[in-house]
């Protein structure tokens, strides 16, 4: 449970001053209900198919709580899970968690830490007319094979569905 206690403290009757207090507890630390666990995947994920650009779906992601980022697969099994149940959902790509926004070709998480997997399409990244800044990933398999379920670069100002993670 996550709530705020209001403390009054006064001194001789002269001095007075508030204070809230916080009080974060395990309860209230836990994913969104809206979110669902994803076979072959750690997290629990939010799959959100309006589209919008990629700086809102950081911030909607964010917007749940602790513990909820944009999701930005780590492994083989979670990229190939994930991109499965886009599929499932017809969505062909959507926003993943990362930006070279600061340095053109250093991969950050939204946080600022460097993405160490990148399994890029064919080609990719490119940054085509050096504006493709924030990482989508690929669901559609009419693309081809050596694009299908990989990483891509595309203009962040684009509109995407996209995929919150729960890492509680």
């Known amino acids: 449970m996550r709530g705020a206690w209001r403390i009054v403290l006064a001194a001789c009757g002269r001095l007075g001053f508030e204070l ?3 009080i974060d507890t395990p309860a209230a630390r836990r994913c969104d209900d809206s979110f669902t666990q994803v076979a072959n995947a750690p997290l629990r994920y939010g799959f959100k198919p ?9 911030t909607t992601c964010r917007e749940f709580g602790p513990g909820h980022s944009l999701a ?23 926003w993943s ?24 399409a064919l080609g990719e990244p490119n940054d085509t007319g050096g504006q493709e800044d924030c990482l989508d990933l690929l669901a559609d398999p009419v693309e081809g094979t050596a694009r299908t379920d990989r990483f891509d670069d595309r ?8 995929i919150c993670a729960c890492s509680l």
């Open 155 to 162: 203009s962040c100002d684009a509109t995407l569905p996209f």
């Open 20 to 22: 809230e207090l916080t």
């Open 97 to 120: 968690g990362g930006t070279d926004r600061a340095t053109e070709g250093t991969w950050l998480d939204p946080d600022g830490a460097p993405i160490t997997y990148q399994p890029w």
């Open 50 to 58: 309006s589209p919008v650009k990629w700086i809102e779906a950081v």
């Open 72 to 94: 930005l697969p780590t492994s083989d099994d979670e990229r190939l899970a994930l991109s499965a149940e886009a599929r499932a959902t017809v969505v062909e790509r959507w």
